[in-house]
C-alpha cells in the first residue's frame, strides 16, 4: 500500500508556473505508476498526465502537452508536475494517484492523495 500526500498548488496569473509535489510513503514507490488528475467544480475528474515505475514513458492530455510536464524522482518518493504557462483553465484540484499498471483513467488506479487546488487567474 503506498500514501500520497500533495503540495504546491497555490493562486497564479495567467502564463505562470507552478510546481506540484506528491510524496509518497512506502518502500515500492519504485515500482508503482503514478498519474495526475484533475477535478474542476462541477466537472468530472479528467487525467492531465502519467508517468511509468521507470520513468521512461510518460503520457500527456491534448490540453497540456508542451504546456505540463511529469517526472519522477525514486530515490525521494516523489513524483513532479510541472506546469508552465498557465490558463484559466487550468483552474482545478489537482490529485496524484499510483498503480502497479500505468493508465490515463481515474479508474486505473488504487492509491489517491487529497489533492491541492490550482486556481490561475486571468
Known amino acids: 500500500q503506498v500514501q500520497l500526500v500533495e503540495s504546491g498548488g497555490g493562486l497564479v496569473q495567467a502564463g505562470g508556473s507552478l510546481r506540484l509535489s506528491c510524496a509518497a510513503s512506502?518502500?515500492?514507490?519504485?515500482?508503482?505508476?503514478m498519474g495526475w488528475f484533475r477535478q474542476a467544480p462541477g466537472k468530472e475528474r479528467e487525467f492531465v498526465a502519467a508517468i511509468s515505475w521507470g520513468g521512461g514513458k510518460t503520457y500527456y492530455a491534448d490540453s497540456v502537452k508542451g504546456r505540463f510536464t511529469i517526472s519522477r524522482d525514486n530515490a525521494k518518493n516523489t513524483v513532479y508536475l510541472q506546469m508552465n504557462s498557465l490558463k484559466p483553465e487550468d483552474t482545478a484540484v489537482y490529485y496524484c494517484?499510483?498503480?502497479?499498471?500505468?493508465?490515463?483513467?481515474?479508474?486505473?488506479?488504487?492509491?489517491w492523495g487529497q489533492g491541492t487546488q490550482v486556481t490561475v487567474s486571468s
Open positions: 512506502g518502500r515500492t514507490f519504485s515500482s508503482y505508476a
Open positions: 494517484a499510483a498503480d502497479s499498471a500505468l493508465s490515463t483513467r481515474p479508474g486505473g488506479y488504487d492509491y
